[in-house]
């Protein structure tokens, strides 16, 4: 995703980087009583669906993605 983005600076240099990076934003979101959802992209079908909407590889169309992935999926709101 990172080679046909339009904001390579956005992400990190690896995978593993990534990973850190990804699991202290989930615990920070944790710790402000948030509760974030984990929402798996396949580059190819982001990259189709960016082709179907008119859509550039950016963050905001990848959180865009993630958020209609995450509707799709009927993700059941927890009763707090």
């Known amino acids: 995703m990172k080679k046909t983005a339009l ?3 956005r992400f990190e240099e690896s995978y593993p980087a990534w990973i850190s990076m990804a699991e202290g934003s989930l615990a920070n ?3 402000a009583e948030m509760y974030p959802v984990k929402v798996e992209i396949n ?3 982001f990259l ?4 179907q909407n008119s859509r550039k590889n950016n963050a905001s ?3 865009d993605f993630a958020a209609e992935k995450m509707r799709q999926a ?3 709101l927890m009763n707090i």
């Open 74 to 76: 009927d993700f059941p």
């Open 29 to 31: 979101l944790r710790a």
């Open 43 to 45: 580059p190819i079908e």
């Open 61 to 63: 169309a990848r959180a």
């Open 48 to 51: 189709f669906w960016c082709l």
């Open 7 to 9: 904001d390579p600076e």
